[in-house]
């Protein structure tokens, strides 16, 4: 494989944040209401930190276990930066991803809403959530389907009364992204939530186009990652 030397992940980072820009004018938005998440899961911590360094303070991340291997020294080192879980939780491992991330935007089914209230309880640690959406209904993938959504937010909302700020979803892949995210949009309005977590490197443009405050973007700053099945996901 060949890696992408420092420069290239900065110069690429720097393209995406110009090109989120130019689709957030376009959409008639400041560019300050799309924030990038910077998706670093595969790659090691000395490909994260130029970024760091440059400024990015924003990350994500899909595995608890590999998150606790970069990002304690990663965090020491860069006390003021944000790191958000975009993949699924288990519940044994609830009380690892509270001590180490920031935002949870992947709450997605009943009992794990319970399980991060109780360790949030525990701690005193309430971390902002995101509740994942499956807008496709895919049997697949992870996220609450779109039939029991307002139930579901309405119970972590108001009965958990964890800190719901918005959805986040992960469209079909071989389906147009836009009606998904418009799908996700609806929602969110409906229940008065600000944030909509939505876009990929493949799909960022559209994504803002319709309405996503928080992209996630990793293979357009950071490269190729290596195929699903050598890294354990
Ligand atoms: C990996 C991942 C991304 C980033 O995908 P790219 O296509 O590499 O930009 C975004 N969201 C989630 C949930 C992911 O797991």
């Keep these: 494989m060949i890696e992408d030397s420092h420069d290239?992940?900065?110069a690429q980072f720097r393209a995406v944040v110009s090109d989120l820009a130019t689709a957030a004018n376009a959409a008639g938005r400041a560019a300050e209401t799309?924030?990038?998440v910077a998706v670093s899961k595969t790659h090691p911590a000395e490909r994260i930190r130029p970024l760091l360094e440059?400024?990015?303070?924003?990350?994500?991340?899909?595995?608890?276990?590999?998150?606790?291997?970069?990002?304690?020294?990663?965090?020491?080192?860069f006390p003021a930066l944000e790191l958000h879980l975009i993949g699924p939780l288990q519940t044994n491992k609830v009380r690892d991803a509270v001590a180490l991330f920031d935002v949870i935007e992947t709450v997605d089914?009943?009992?794990?809403?319970?399980?991060l209230k109780a360790e949030m309880d525990r701690t005193g640690r309430h971390l902002r959530c995101?509740?994942?959406?499956?807008?496709?209904?895919?049997?697949?993938?992870?996220?609450?389907l779109p039939e029991e959504?307002?139930?579901?937010?309405?119970?972590?909302?108001?009965?958990?009364?964890?800190?719901?700020?918005?959805?986040?979803?992960?469209p079909p892949v071989d389906e147009d992204p836009v009606r998904h995210f418009a799908c996700l949009s609806d929602l969110a309005d409906r229940h008065g939530l600000p944030v909509r977590s939505m876009g990929m490197s493949?799909?960022?443009?559209?994504?803002?186009?319709?309405?996503?405050?928080?992209?996630?973007?990793?293979?357009?700053?950071?490269?190729k990652r290596p195929p699903i099945g050598t890294q354990g996901a």
């Design 109 to 115: 089914r009943p009992k794990l809403a319970r399980a």
């Design 34 to 36: 799309v924030h990038l």
């Design 149 to 170: 959504a307002d139930a579901f937010i309405r119970d972590c909302r108001d009965e958990l009364g964890l800190r719901i700020e918005g959805l986040m979803c992960i």
């Design 202 to 223: 493949g799909d960022y443009r559209q994504a803002v186009a319709a309405g996503a405050t928080h992209v996630r973007v990793g293979t357009a700053i950071f490269g």
């Design 8 to 10: 290239d992940v900065l």
């Design 130 to 144: 995101l509740i994942q959406v499956n807008t496709g209904a895919e049997p697949q993938k992870a996220g609450i």
């Design 54 to 77: 440059a400024g990015h303070l924003l990350f994500g991340e899909n595995r608890v276990q590999e998150a606790q291997q970069k990002w304690p020294a990663l965090r020491e080192a």
